[in-house]
Nanobody, 127 residues
Framework: EVQLVESGGGLVQAGGSLRLSCAASRFTFHDYNIGWFRQAPGKEREGVACFSSIGGRTYYADSVKGRFTISADVAKNTVFLQMNSLKPEDTAVYYC????????????????????WGHGTQVTVSS
């Protein structure tokens, strides 16, 4: 079974940067789309960014375009999320996820069929 372990969360001031990492085991990039969701208190979980090794496709939620960058080290089975110009509204638990379809990140319906989740890492942006 695929295992995903996140790291890199923390507390940062507005305008600052953080880099999240997701180390994947028992995982093949070719079989999954991998990326990040986030869930803020009282809000639904939303897809933030996704990387697909097929064609190098990336997806970003409108709220993070131009500020977040997803990348991958395929040899190390690791995915990164570089978050710049952070805002208080970016505060959330960030979950690494592997999904069968990249559309799962854009049109998340509350379940990730055939996919996997990490345990999450807290990102807090102070104003």
């Amino acid at each position: 079974e695929v295992q995903l372990v996140e790291s890199g969360g923390g507390l940062v001031q507005a305008g600052g940067s953080l880099r999240l990492s997701c180390a994947a085991s028992r995982f093949t990039f070719h079989d999954y789309n991998i990326g990040w969701f986030r869930q803020a208190p009282g809000k639904e979980r939303e897809g933030v960014a996704c990387f697909s090794s097929i064609g190098g496709r990336t997806y970003y939620a409108d709220s993070v375009k131009g500020r977040f960058t997803i990348s991958a080290d395929v040899a190390k089975n690791t995915v990164f999320l570089q978050m710049n110009s952070l805002k208080p509204e970016d505060t959330a638990v960030y979950y690494c996820a592997a999904a069968q379809f990249w559309e799962d990140f854009k049109y998340y319906s509350g379940s990730l069929v055939g996919g996997y989740w990490g345990h999450g890492t807290q990102v807090t942006v102070s104003s």
